[in-house]
């Protein structure tokens, strides 16, 4: 596949990002060692991960998706073929990722702490691309980008933005990163990071990793202008929607094995007239001959703001419908159609 550009960075990244944060929960070490050879061979560079996988997150299994990537690197010999990225967590009231039991911060000696685990478990000496998996402040929504503002009253122990962009300097310096990127990032969030940035006290985020998909476009209200003036890539997550952009939900099927079948986790996406979008771009897809999954992957694919699509699949035939999103000629008629659509439903899983 052809490489983009990742922000002003020096990384080279494919269309398509192999995600991993079933691996150790619904999949296995060997299927997940399966999915990434098949990934690798399809020609996709970057795989991302995160301290807080598996999900869903739980003492039993928190680390184990980096030790699959890990193994897998270790078993493929393949590091310098591929980029890593991960992840450290934001503000959270879990107390098992740090040695000390306190409650997840973006502070300076936990964001040190969470990058030295992560090395050691994924058996690398440095990762590619380092997220702030999610942010310190209090914020209105998971997300950052909601539909509509809920006011909120900021934390009063929330770490400067100054104290973590200093300590992710500081980490390119020691040569641990190259890079580091935002997720689950407002525009508010990338322009602080950017300000500060540019007074010298860190290099400046490359990649912010939100959500991105048919039915939500939020993105592109006030990020996507930020991103293409200030070099800021879209690493764009859930371009399925959790899988409810296969159709394989509709009509309150409940398919046995599926993540919501298993974990009941996807109320961003059941929100009011949610089911009408999810829906209208399942029978657009099928009215252009093409299955649901590879029509919504060729969407985020097509759209000029995302710099690399995450794909997240649970087997090898559902890796497969994502990978041929990459190849679907994306026609003027299917982007004039999602737009119509869009105009209709709006962002209703934002």
Same mark, same amino acid.
């Given at each position: ?38 990934? $690798? ?25 980096? @030790? ?5 690197? /270790? ?11 991960? /992840? ?44 702030? %998996? ?41 040569? /641990?990163?190259? %890079? ?39 993105? @592109?209200?006030?990020?996507? @202008?930020?991103?293409? =003036? ?19 939900? =509709? ?8 993540? /919501? ?8 996406? @059941? %929100?009011?007239?949610?089911? =009408? ?28 703001? $995302? ?34 659509? %869009? ?8």
């Amino acid at each position: 596949m052809q490489t983009r550009r990742l922000g002003n960075s020096d990384l080279w990244i494919t269309p398509l990002t192999i995600g991993t944060m079933t691996f150790g929960e619904q999949n296995s070490e060997a299927e997940g060692h399966a999915q990434l050879d098949r990934a $690798v061979d399809f020609g996709i560079n970057l795989i991302d991960t995160a301290e807080l996988y598996a999900i869903p997150p739980r003492p039993e299994t928190q680390g184990r998706t980096e @030790e699959i990537v890990g193994s897998w690197l /270790k078993a493929s010999g393949k590091r310098q073929q591929v980029l890593i990225a991960s /992840k450290v967590c934001g503000r959270a009231a879990s107390t098992w990722f740090r040695d000390d039991g306190s409650p997840t911060r973006l502070t300076r000696g936990q964001i040190r702490e969470a990058v030295e685990k992560s090395l050691r478990r994924l058996g690398t000496d440095y990762l590619d691309l380092y997220q702030l %998996h999610w942010p310190d402040r209090t914020v209105s929504a998971w997300g950052t980008v909601p539909s509509r503002f809920r006011p909120f009253e900021p934390a009063a122990d929330e770490t400067p933005i100054e104290e973590i962009a200093a300590v992710c300097g500081e980490l390119i310096a020691a040569g /641990k990163i190259r %890079h580091f990127g935002l997720s689950n990032e407002s525009p508010y969030g990338l322009m602080r990071f950017l300000a500060v940035a540019d007074k010298g006290v860190s290099p400046r985020p490359v990649s912010v990793q939100n959500a991105y998909s048919l039915v939500n476009r939020t993105w @592109e209200g006030g990020l996507a @202008e930020i991103g293409l =003036r200030e070099s800021v890539g879209l690493l764009a997550y859930s371009p399925l929607a959790q899988g409810y952009l296969t159709g394989k939900y =509709r009509d309150g099927a409940l398919p046995p094995g599926s993540r /919501k079948q298993l974990f009941n986790r996807l109320q961003r996406y @059941e %929100h009011p007239y949610a089911d =009408r979008a999810i829906a209208g771009y399942v029978d657009l897809a099928h009215a252009f001959g093409v299955e649901p999954a590879t029509f919504a992957i060729a969407f985020c694919v097509n759209q000029p703001v $995302v710099a690399s699509t995450i794909l997240g699949a649970t087997r090898l035939d559902q890796l497969e419908s994502c990978l041929a999103g990459a190849t679907l000629t994306w026609t003027e008629a299917m982007q004039t159609a999602v737009d119509d659509l %869009h105009q209709r439903f709006g962002n209703p899983c934002p």
